[in-house]
């Protein structure tokens, strides 16, 4: 069961998860909380993001996080921003809020779906506790209740995804022409891997000072090839490429890393560059 904070220092909202901490990186501010928070004292003349006087500092996990809180003449609220990190970080500790913002969104086009509420069909709230300190204009997010998933590792292998990213991006009906980008992974994980198609991908040798740049139609099949330039890396990354583009297209953007990064480090075909790391470019094929 859960029990009641005891470390509160400021005025708290005990704010219900919702979509728009997901996909607005946002959140509306109560009315009720106006006064209590100073919000028309300290915010009223900020009406747009660029105001300096909106900046305000979010603390989450005790890291700090730049937003601004903006006045909607038009919708007479104001609303919390913050950094779009920080939404992302939000989406990875409740995960069931987000994956089921996901499968709403999923459900809006399909017309057996348009009277049924998904609160209601998949019962459970999340919350996340916000103190806001007037004084120096700092809001602190602390994370309240959780509801566990069910297959709590694959669940965080989807919200980490390539694949998750891409159906985000279709339904927030993002640019056609976006590359999904993803950090480093360590080798062992390539087990667990969700496969990627068409994507560019990159290799580091942490102990021999390597960096590899690669292109696949299938990136699990071809990390799983032994690859002798490089055979002893440890972390790998990749890009999912734009939907459309071909086979040929992905190997002239190969080409074209490829030549960029020999122009910073030290490489196999002697091409001048700045030498600004003391890793070497394990490519063997490097356009001249």
């Known amino acids: 069961m859960k029990t009641e904070r005891s470390d509160i220092e400021f005025p708290l909202?005990?704010?219900?998860?919702d979509a728009t901490l997901?996909?607005?990186s946002a959140t509306p501010i109560p009315k009720w909380?106006?006064?209590?928070w100073d919000i028309e004292i300290l915010f009223s003349q900020c009406t747009y993001k660029d105001n300096p006087a909106s900046k305000i500092i979010v603390v989450f996990d005790?890291?700090?996080y730049n937003?601004?809180?903006?006045?909607?003449?038009?919708?007479?609220?104001?609303?919390?921003?913050?950094?779009?990190h920080l939404s992302d970080i939000l989406k990875d500790v409740f995960l069931m809020s987000y994956m089921r913002s996901i499968e709403q969104d999923l459900r809006k086009c399909k017309a057996e779906y348009a009277s049924q509420e998904i609160e209601n069909e998949i019962p459970f709230w999340e919350f996340i506790d916000i103190e806001f300190d007037s004084t120096d204009k700092t809001f602190y997010f602390k994370a309240y209740y959780i509801q566990k998933p069910a297959y709590i590792e694959?669940?965080?292998?989807?919200?980490?995804?390539?694949?998750l990213k891409i159906i985000d991006d279709l339904i927030n009906l993002k640019d056609d022409f976006r590359f999904v980008k993803q950090?480093?992974?360590?080798?062992?994980k390539l087990e667990s891997q969700i496969d990627a198609k068409n994507v560019i991908y990159n290799l580091i040798d942490t102990r021999n000072k390597l960096i590899y740049i690669g292109e696949a139609e299938s990136l699990v099949q071809r990390l799983n090839q032994k690859r002798d330039v490089i055979k002893d890396w440890d972390f790998y990354r990749f890009d999912c490429l734009p939907n459309g583009l071909t086979r040929?297209?992905?190997?002239?953007i190969e080409r074209l890393i490829i030549r960029t990064f020999a122009s910073f480090l030290e490489n196999k075909k002697g091409i001048s560059s700045m030498s600004i790391s003391n890793y070497e470019l394990a490519n063997e094929k490097i356009d001249l």
């Open 67 to 84: 937003g601004r809180v903006v006045y909607s003449s038009s919708k007479r609220l104001y609303r919390l921003f913050f950094d779009k």
């Open 62 to 64: 005790k890291e700090k």
């Open 248 to 252: 040929k297209q992905r190997i002239e």
């Open 13 to 17: 909202w005990r704010k219900k998860v």
């Open 154 to 163: 694959l669940f965080k292998e989807l919200v980490n995804s390539h694949t």
């Open 33 to 36: 909380l106006w006064k209590v």
């Open 183 to 188: 950090d480093w992974v360590h080798r062992a």
């Open 22 to 24: 997901f996909k607005n």
